[in-house]
């Protein structure tokens, strides 16, 4: 599914709070992970929308990476960070995928 297309389909709030009654979590529990109080909680459950700043805070609090499982369907991450302190030659004999290697450069 395309992702501007995926994200007009998704119901946010309802999806929170799905993962939040997961949990087992009291709402004032989850309140203080999220640094809000317990009647923005409920305000959250309601939103279609919500922030990417708190939306990471409450994919921490929850343990569920909403960017990633939901918006991306859990095939890919938005970012991807590799720190590599080898040579050419070494790379190329880790077996990786040539997609992939042509976006390793050697630290020199």
Known sequence: MDFVENI??????KLIKEKFEETGMT????????NRS???VNDIFGRSSVDTVLLIQISKALGF??????????ET????????????DEI???D???DFIRFLKPLR
């Open 8 to 13: 007009h389909n998704i119901h946010i709030g």
């Open 96 to 98: 990786l995928p040539e």
């Open 77 to 88: 991450s938005p970012t991807i960070y590799i720190a590599v302190k080898t040579n050419e």
């Open 27 to 34: 709402k004032t529990g989850f309140a203080n992970k999220i």
């Open 92 to 94: 190329k004999k880790i």
């Open 65 to 74: 990476d909403f960017i990633c499982n939901v918006y991306y369907e859990g």
């Open 38 to 40: 317990r009647s923005d």
